[in-house]
């Protein structure tokens, strides 16, 4: 490909970063990200503004010399001019009577941008806006699915400066794929204006002249350096090839090499009935992709006593056998991992993949988040039931999916489907796990059990004895406190339902109980969340003789310690409520 930098009129070493990046050829990395419009009039150190205008074009790669494209920075300038019927029956927007990539348009103050209808349409993508005060487009395949094809600003409005900087960058894979099947190439035609700091390699070339042309007019480059108070000032006109008509290299899981498996895999061998139980280990990382994106299946399954975690999308693919052991570790078949799956699928697989080494090193038989979420689940399950069944001995009716929100005929049913604030609960949780991801999980779980309603634990308490106008300003955690006061003491005496209901005040009701203070801790965490009282996590967590010095290396050992501790309060509450349910 041409090399426009060393075709420069000005040595490369002084052109502006900028000005170079628009003059460079763009590889064929996939990944890269390629700037296909731009309307940025950018304030540098220098008190003066570096101003690019630039669009790119679909140019035939026919072997024929690339034509000099002439725009003012967008496809089309004003709207044609309303004359007699039909005179624009043939309108089509083109630069220099070729395509674009994006279809932008201008009238000196008012700008707007959009993918082209060609692009979008031929590469089958999917547009999702970002409003407020950023005003985005952002194009996706949601085929595969793959995010941020394409992107930029929508509009922006120009009063002597523009309301703000337009860029847009697409994908270099779906790029060149587009270039591909038009057959041809991305050229850009920009316009380029900066005042370059003065210097003597400079000064040589203006000859002593206050202005000069360094290009010519009907070439690729069209530019001129003219002096001002500032400095020297760069106005170049060009027109780039940028992307060749050639595809990315194709991404591919065949030829990988996989921790613990002897060769490189490919498909064929993935499945090969003797490799096929080759067992391999990811870091639940891997999950974290898939969790926090709603397009994709994600909601673990209990399956025959394990938790399975196979992440799909949409009903196009799925992973299979993936399953959750010790703490922070996924197990899968080798075969699973290829069988209906995208290639890019398998690759992200790879990238979390563990050496046997390692693995050997972890305790298989921990538990991991998943387990710990579902028993604490099951407390509240049994929470609303219970709470349910002794309302009704004392003649408060309420089902036990109004008190929570929870019915274990549908977590029988469907598991954890219609629960997604459960899931959320259940997502990874690594060791390093940063402290405003823990704040945040103590929030989610004090949260769920909030929705228990004070009013129905006030019409309890009042029924049992306890003087209305002593709960009536307390909140549910001390109404629970005072409820598991009572119930140890009937459930000590061994007392039946029908003992509870009582006139006189029990004694003891409004004492402090140890075996609900994780719910109290759990409460502070979440005020913390909110006001960012760091100190103040450390010494709630310490006061529960948690060891705060494993703090440095994150904070996935506390929430292992918070959760474990809210799911043995609420045990505490559950164990002799049960038992004096028990005693019909």
Not at 87 to 108: L, M, T
Not at 169 to 196: C, D, H, I, P
Request: charged content about 25%; glycine content about 6%.
């Amino acid at each position: 490909m041409f090399d426009y930098v060393e075709s420069f009129p000005i040595p490369a070493d002084l052109l502006p970063q900028r000005l170079r990046s628009l003059l460079e050829p763009i590889g064929t990395d996939p990944l890269q990200r390629v700037e296909v419009s731009s309307f940025t009039e950018t304030e540098r150190p220098e008190s003066n503004r570096e101003t690019v205008h630039m669009l790119m074009a679909v140019v035939p790669d026919d072997g024929n010399a690339i034509p000099v494209l002439h725009s003012e920075g967008v496809v089309a300038h004003g709207v044609p001019i309303l004359s007699e019927k039909g005179s624009e029956k043939d309108f089509a927007p083109n630069v220099s009577r070729h395509d674009y990539i994006v279809a932008s348009w201008g009238s000196s103050l008012f700008f707007t941008y959009n993918l082209a209808e060609k692009v979008w349409m031929a590469l089958g993508l999917t547009p999702r806006c970002i409003g407020n005060e950023h005003q985005r487009v952002v194009y996706d395949d949601l085929s595969l699915p793959e995010f941020g094809v394409a992107e930029g600003e929508v509009s922006l409005q120009y009063h002597f400066k523009p309301s703000r900087d337009v860029k847009w960058f697409m994908s270099n894979e779906y790029l060149r794929k587009y270039l591909w099947l038009r057959g041809g190439r991305g050229v850009r035609q920009f316009f380029y204006e900066a005042t370059l700091e003065d210097s003597p390699q400079l000064r040589n070339l203006m000859n002593g002249q206050r202005f000069v042309s360094l290009g010519k007019p009907e070439s690729w480059l069209d530019c001129d350096l003219q002096e001002t108070e500032n400095g020297l000032l760069l106005q170049v006109w060009a027109t780039v090839v940028a992307v060749s008509c050639e595809l990315c290299p194709q991404q591919t899981a065949d030829g990988l090499t996989w921790p613990g498996v002897a060769g490189a895999v490919t498909h064929a061998s993935a499945n090969n009935i003797m490799r096929n139980a080759t067992t391999i280990y990811l870091d639940d990382r891997f999950l974290e992709r898939y969790e926090q994106n709603s397009l994709y299946g994600s909601t673990p399954v209990d399956m025959h006593g394990g938790w399975c975690c196979s992440p799909s999308y949409l009903g196009q693919w799925s992973f299979t056998g993936c399953r959750r052991v010790g703490r922070n570790l996924i197990e899968v078949e080798l075969r699973d991992l290829y069988k209906g799956v995208p290639d890019r699928e398998t690759l992200y697989a790879h990238a979390h993949a563990l050496d046997p080494e390692i693995v050997k090193q972890r305790d298989l038989a921990e538990e991991h988040i998943v387990s710990k979420v579902d028993r604490f689940l099951e407390q509240m399950l049994s929470l609303g039931e219970n709470l349910s069944w002794l309302g009704a001995a004392l003649g408060i009716e309420k089902p036990a999916v109004e008190l929570l929100g929870f019915s274990r005929k549908e977590v029988k049913v469907d598991g954890w489907l219609n629960y997604p604030q459960v899931t959320k609960l259940a997502q990874v949780a690594p060791l390093d796990m940063t402290q405003q991801a823990f704040l945040a999980r103590c929030k989610s779980m004090h949260e769920i059990w909030q929705k228990l309603p004070d009013g129905f634990l006030k019409q309890i308490l009042e029924a049992v004895g306890v003087p209305r106008k002593s709960i009536a300003n307390l909140g549910s955690l001390k109404l629970l406190q005072c409820l598991l006061n009572i119930l140890t003491r009937f459930d000590e005496n061994c007392e039946a339902p029908d003992a509870l209901k009582s006139k006189e005040e029990p004694e003891g009701w409004n004492a402090r109980s140890n075996d609900i203070a994780m719910l109290f801790v759990t409460y502070d965490l979440r005020i913390a969340d909110a006001h960012d009282a760091v100190s103040k996590i450390v010494e709630r967590l310490q006061d529960q003789d948690f060891d705060t010095a494993t703090l440095h290396q994150g904070y996935g050992r506390a929430l292992d310690f918070v959760l474990d501790g809210v799911i043995n309060s609420f045990a505490a509450i559950n164990r002799p409520l049960g038992r004096i349910l028990g005693r019909v």
